[in-house]
């Protein structure tokens, strides 16, 4: 009986660990498939050549944006109809025309979001499927109008709504910065960038932020609220540098710890992001409710910092603001 009994529990034995061997089979043969299809996605394009492109063209029209600051500056800076205090030039519009036929002609496949050309009542419309170039032919135009040398030129490619690629060119510092999710890096002029992650002090951190264009009562006091969290910190300073990319570029080269803002676009931060996160900063939605793994791109409130630490610390403290996409 006692043989029997042995025999049979031997026998449950081997076949649970015949189940679990096959169990443990179809896990690993699950994540090599997952795996496969991760790398066949990633080897859909060449995107070290496609950031190469980027890079050339980007200093291309970073030279076009330079020259048209030859002229009077009255000529070239006009408010929008909508606002005065949203300034667009018609380098704006040359730089990104210039920007869009040579991408196109390169990739005509690709959709191509541009700040210029960008329609309000289309929304976005940034594609599931499709790679998308997003531009924004001079990020920081009123620093542009008035011959402050911190604007940029910025080229992003978004795929299935994720920034995979960025470039962000000053011309009037000859800075290219440069970054991708897929080589996994992030450079400044060839470079490598290293987010200054190693400060953790509060009293030792600079924040940026920045009001925007926006005057109306709500985003005023949004912008009101933010300015007295980040003071109340205490942290070294707290500064603000008129373009959404370079401010973000401040985080990824370690000059500053923390960038804040309600009311970027998607080309405000699209070619940033795969530069900052390869640097080893942290960017997430200032709305804690935004879902990052799809809407990232379109959240218009972000908070870019070095460590995840103090993005949760300026989680908690920020003010919330629902802004109007």
């Known amino acids: 009986g006692r043989t029997l009994l042995g025999r049979t529990l031997l026998g449950r034995t ?3 660990r015949s189940l679990l061997g096959r169990t443990l089979l179809q896990v690993s043969q699950a994540c090599r498939s997952n795996c496969s299809m991760m790398g066949d996605e990633e080897n859909e394009f060449d995107y070290d050549a496609i950031l190469k492109d980027m890079e050339v063209i980007a200093k291309k029209a970073g030279k076009m944006a330079l020259a048209a600051q030859e002229v009077p500056i009255e000529s070239i800076a006009k408010p ?4 005065s205090t949203d300034v667009v030039t018609e380098t704006d519009r040359r730089v990104e025309e210039f920007i869009t036929k040579e991408l196109s002609s390169k990739y005509p496949t ?3 979001l541009g700040e210029e050309g960008y329609d309000e009542s289309k ?3 940034l594609s599931e499927t499709k790679a998308t170039f997003v531009i924004d032919p001079i ?3 009123v620093n542009f109008v008035n011959r402050t040398p911190f604007y940029c030129v910025c080229i992003g490619l978004a795929v299935k709504r994720q920034a995979v690629l960025g470039v962000i060119y000053n011309p009037t510092t000859l800075e290219l910065f440069s970054g991708s999710t897929i080589a996994k890096t992030a450079t400044l002029n060839g470079v490598p ?5 190693d400060e953790t002090n509060m009293s030792n951190m600079v924040m940026v932020t920045e009001f925007g264009s926006d005057r109306t009562p709500a985003k005023t006091q949004a912008n009101l609220d933010m300015a007295k969290a980040l003071l109340e910190l205490q942290p070294r300073a707290v500064r603000m540098g008129g373009s959404a990319a370079l401010n973000c570029m401040t985080v990824a080269r370690g000059s500053c710890h923390a960038y804040v803002e309600y009311g970027p676009h998607p080309w405000d931060v699209c070619a940033a992001i795969p530069i900052v996160t390869q640097a080893g900063a942290h960017i997430s939605p200032a709305d804690p409710n935004v879902n990052a793994q799809t809407d990232l791109l379109t959240c218009r409130g972000y908070i870019i910092a070095t460590t995840l630490a103090l993005s949760q610390t300026l989680q908690r403290c920020i003010p919330q603001f629902q802004y109007n996409k």
């Open 193 to 197: 960038l290293r987010a200054d992650t």
């Open 80 to 83: 929008t109809a909508a606002l």
């Open 123 to 125: 929304g976005y419309q």
């Open 110 to 112: 690709f959709d191509i």
């Open 14 to 16: 081997l076949l649970g």
């Open 139 to 141: 990020d920081g135009t």
